[in-house]
């Protein structure tokens, strides 16, 4: 019988409630309960797949092929636990959803409204798979206030009057800025949050207030009197240096217990948080520093590659070295020479991407890598640019490029139409809707022996997480394996090409998936902590 625990947001956005959400899940993981952690969105988009990300982040992509908001990488990589396409739910999902069961005339006549129709939507989704945890963590997007989140809030409003405060509690994230002209911390801005919470029916059981100086045991009394919350509930939530130290803070400041005490379970144990220090030790006292350029087309807006950032940070935990992340928009090398920024940099990645702009750009990155020999990785996009880059420069196809900027002489990327999954095919019109239509989740591919990628995985067959809509024409595999391109990675119909590495390179390795949705604090995917290996490698060479 799983309990919920709601986490919504109060004063301002991006709070933090899904690192919240996530560092949680890791406590009560540590105290032995199961978890299972879930995003409910109050925008109207189906999912953020068609967002710019400027506007919205990443998208993480789950193994069962969704769309799904950054705060589902937090996640995962805090508890382990693989998020499913039910994890996550935006207003979109349900609104569609309830039309098409009233175009179906599933509602007998009845004339549909948010009330009961849309909250039994949401509260469906809640409990949707979920016989199998103990505890369910629900983040709801948005800030109290927010005229789309109201039906949200409803649905737990109702969940809790319907399941108990035996099966349900609710964690309000407020801020407590801090005046320092005045010199004082104000607590009003989160009283009146409470009260905006409370007027729509939900008393909330915990307070985690975020704050960037410690709060005083004065200000817990006076937010526990005004907001009916007790002080040992009222959490301080301060500014880190680094994330991973979230979950040992929280812990020490009661988050955890305060939950387990409020649905009256054991909470006298203390958990085992060793894993987590011994994290912060890497990241606090590394032993050594590389320098990565990610030259992107997103770089004003870190949040567009924060999987990567993660998954960079974890190659660097691997070995204990500490990665500098420098952020190149890709344009530059578009008007200036490579060599101006890249020349004293210890690796060198160009990450997936979306449309022409850039492109060149990020080509000129791939050749001063190739040519300098700087250790390259290229992601997504990224390989598929340096695909096009050797084909060109390598192989003498002067007219190569990818369908996707328009006609060419040589297409050596291609958009897809079909490709299998599971035995089955899908198709898709070239035509055809944007949202949901790449090719999405996890596909298996085959290494070939001996290839470098073979020895990093140490394993014949892996599956990985796809996003994209374009591939390299596997036409044209035989040309560039001439001219030194070498297809180390392929799809078992060997049909797609999954893989590109250059063996006479010291580390120059592109891959069609995102390897960086499956790295972890404590396991670091092979691919990062080998780059950063190489990176290191180069470092004492300089």
């Not at 319907?162 to 005045?182: D, F």
């Amino acid at each position: 019988m799983a309990r919920f625990v709601f986490i919504t947001g109060g004063v301002v956005s991006s709070l933090g409630k899904g690192l919240a959400s996530a560092a949680l899940g890791a406590l009560l993981q540590e105290r032995g309960y199961t978890v299972r952690l879930r995003k409910f969105d109050p925008y109207l988009n189906v999912d953020p797949g068609t967002m710019s990300p400027f506007q919205h982040g990443e998208v993480f992509v789950t193994d069962d092929g969704a769309e799904t908001d950054l705060d589902l990488g937090h996640y995962e990589r805090f508890t382990g636990v693989p998020a499913r396409r039910a994890d996550s739910v935006s207003a979109g999902q349900i609104y569609a959803e309830v039309l098409q069961k009233e175009r179906h005339g599933d509602y007998l006549g009845g004339t549909v409204q948010v009330i009961p129709h849309v909250t039994n939507a949401i509260k469906e989704r809640i409990t949707k798979d979920t016989d199998d945890v103990d505890i369910v963590l629900c983040e709801i997007g948005g800030t109290v206030g927010d005229i789309e989140g109201l039906p949200f809030l409803e649905a737990i409003r109702q969940m809790g009057y319907e399941l108990g405060p035996q099966r349900v509690a609710y964690i309000h994230v407020t801020l407590l800025p801090y005046l320092r002209s005045a010199g004082e911390m104000k607590t009003k801005p989160t009283q009146h949050s409470v009260r905006d919470l409370r007027a729509i029916g939900i008393q909330p059981d915990i307070l985690l207030c975020r704050s960037e100086t410690p709060i005083s045991e004065e200000a817990r009394r006076k937010i526990s009197l005004q907001c009916s919350v007790p002080a040992d509930a009222v959490i301080p939530a301060l500014d880190v240096d680094t994330i991973y130290q979230v979950p040992v803070d929280y812990h020490q400041a009661g988050l955890d217990t305060a939950v387990l005490k409020r649905f009256g379970l054991p909470h006298d144990q203390e958990p085992d948080l060793g894993r987590w220090r011994r994290i912060v030790e890497a990241v606090r006292a590394p032993e050594g520093e590389v320098t990565i350029a990610v030259v992107g087309k997103y770089t004003e807006l870190i949040d567009a590659y924060k999987s990567l950032d993660e998954a960079l940070a974890h190659g660097g935990i691997a070995h204990r070295v500490k990665v500098k992340t420098r952020w190149i928009d890709s344009q530059i090398f578009e008007r200036e020479d490579a060599a101006l920024t890249l020349s004293d940099v210890n690796g060198i990645l160009v990450p997936g991407g979306f449309g022409g702009r850039g492109t060149e750009g990020k080509m000129a990155a791939v050749t001063f890598a190739r040519e300098h020999r700087v250790p390259f990785f290229g992601i997504c996009f990224g390989m598929q640019l340096a695909v096009v880059e050797a084909a060109r420069n390598r192989a003498g196809l002067q007219g190569a490029s990818s369908t996707e900027f328009g006609t060419c002489t040589d297409p050596v990327v291609g958009i897809m139409t079909e490709w299998e999954r599971d035995g089955i095919t899908e198709r898709r019109a070239e035509d055809g809707d944007l949202g949901g239509t790449m090719r999405l989740g996890a596909f298996p591919a085959k290494l070939a022996p001996g290839s470098r990628v073979h020895a990093i995985y140490g394993a014949d067959r892996i599956q990985e997480r796809h996003r994209h809509r374009y591939e390299v024409n596997v036409n044209y595999v035989p040309r560039l394996e001439a001219a030194g391109l070498h297809f180390s990675g392929m799809s078992p119909d060997g049909r797609l090409p999954e893989i590109v590495e250059d063996p006479e390179h010291p580390w120059f390795v592109g891959v069609q998936y995102h390897p960086e949705l499956k790295s972890r604090p404590f396991a670091p995917h092979p691919l990062f902590a080998s780059f950063v290996e190489a990176a290191l490698a180069q470092s004492r060479l300089v």
